[in-house]
């Protein structure tokens, strides 16, 4: 198909797949004439890819840039396989911690969670998840202990669950769990507040 035939199966505008094109987040068509290239399926399905994460996931180009690397050239190993997702999905979030007192205490905090769930110390995850203790606190959010071991171990059974939708073969793999890390961490939150109402009515004996 051409490039017109390639926005209407997809609903983005022809401007918007030559902006693509350009940033190499679509691989080119094959080459027609001087002018022209042909699209097929693959070319569809990668668009698709772009706007779930684009729009669905929020993700800025450079993100989904990471994440299509991660995903164009996926490792073997099932383990590896998950470290390059959760360094696609840690670049997609962005940020780096500003070392500090603060920071050192949230770091402590994670590292004791981190052992004593039997976690695997990852120092990108680690880092991630100390940043977002220290802003808790900053805001002046309480996480006692005890909250946070009932969310560590919340994580363990949605994490289960997680690696029961990824199948054998590596780059279908890593296209689910960064995918579907994304695109279900919207519901996860969704879900976390019905269960608060419920919570809520539950106590209060509504």
Do not use: F, N
Not at 50 to 75: N, Q
Not at 96 to 107: I, Y
Request: charge should be negative.
């Amino acid at each position: 198909m051409r490039i017109s035939g390639l926005a209407a199966a997809t609903g983005v505008s022809v401007a918007t797949l030559k902006y693509y094109l350009r940033e190499g987040l679509l691989p080119p068509g094959r080459a027609t004439s001087r002018t022209q290239a042909s699209y097929d399926d693959t070319h569809v399905s990668r668009v698709r890819l772009v706007r779930a994460l684009t729009e669905s996931a929020g993700l800025s180009l450079g993100a989904v840039r990471d994440v299509l690397a991660a995903l164009d050239d996926p490792p073997a190993s099932r383990h590896d396989l998950l470290g390059s997702a959760h360094r696609a999905l840690v670049a997609a979030e962005g940020g780096v911690p500003s070392e500090d007192e603060e920071w050192d205490a949230a770091r402590h905090r994670a590292v004791e969670l981190v052992a004593e769930r039997g976690w695997c110390d990852d120092p990108l995850l680690v880092d991630r998840l100390a940043e977002q203790l220290r802003a808790a606190g900053a805001a002046g959010v309480d996480l006692p202990g005890d909250y946070l071991r009932s969310l560590a171990a919340a994580a363990d059974v949605v994490a289960a669950a997680d690696l029961t939708t990824a199948g054998p073969e590596p780059e279908a793999a890593l296209r689910q769990v960064v995918l579907g890390t994304l695109l279900t961490d919207p519901i996860v939150l969704t879900l976390r507040r019905m269960a608060q109402v419920r919570a809520s009515q539950e106590a209060s004996g509504v």
